[in-house]
């Protein structure tokens, strides 16, 4: 594979980003209300992720962004206390290197280091790969919801401690 480079997103990140989660949610076909795609933050993550308790990160290959993800606090949970990994995706090219693993691994250490005591996420089953993911760095299924994180239509939610 060629270059693949893992960083913060920037504002000039923000279109391109926009685009790739779009897309790869249409390969999914998760359209509409309960899924990321309508998401107000979609319009500028960069200023979404820029605080101290949240990180978005863009993967490049070949200078180009094919992959994404990041975390923020959980909304409807204690400050601070449940980080919500969001809107992880990478196109095709990328899936099956490697390149979620690291990403997935930068998240929780980025998270861990904030102090969260958590964190949790919300999928959709057809999501198999992403599931195995999560699965495989410490994530559990959760018969419950936490917070709100406004993706009511994705009927899969997991969670792995942090920090207790």
């Not at 992720?49 to 990160?57: C, E, G, I």
């Not at 993800?69 to 992880?88: D, I």
């Not at 997935?104 to 992403?130: D, F, H, N, R």
């Amino acid at each position: 594979m060629s270059e693949v480079n893992i960083r913060l997103i920037e504002h000039h990140d923000n279109q391109d980003v926009k685009a790739l989660v779009l897309d790869i949610l249409a390969e999914f076909e998760l359209f509409g209300d309960g899924y990321a795609g309508v998401d107000l933050e979609l319009n500028d993550m960069y200023s979404a992720y820029k605080n101290d308790l949240s990180a978005y990160y863009v993967v490049e290959l070949n200078s180009r962004i094919q992959g994404v993800g990041g975390y923020a606090p959980l909304l409807g949970t204690a400050f601070g206390t449940v980080a919500e990994l969001r809107k992880m995706y990478l196109s095709p090219k990328l899936r099956g290197q490697g390149v979620g693993q690291k990403l997935i691994e930068i998240c929780i250490k980025g998270a861990a280091e904030k102090k969260y005591q958590s964190m949790y996420l919300e999928t959709v089953p057809i999501m198999q790969a992403a599931q195995k993911l999560y699965l495989k760095n410490g994530f559990k299924y959760l018969n419950n919801r936490l917070g709100n994180s406004g993706h009511s239509n994705c009927g899969v939610c997991m969670q792995r401690i942090l920090n207790v």
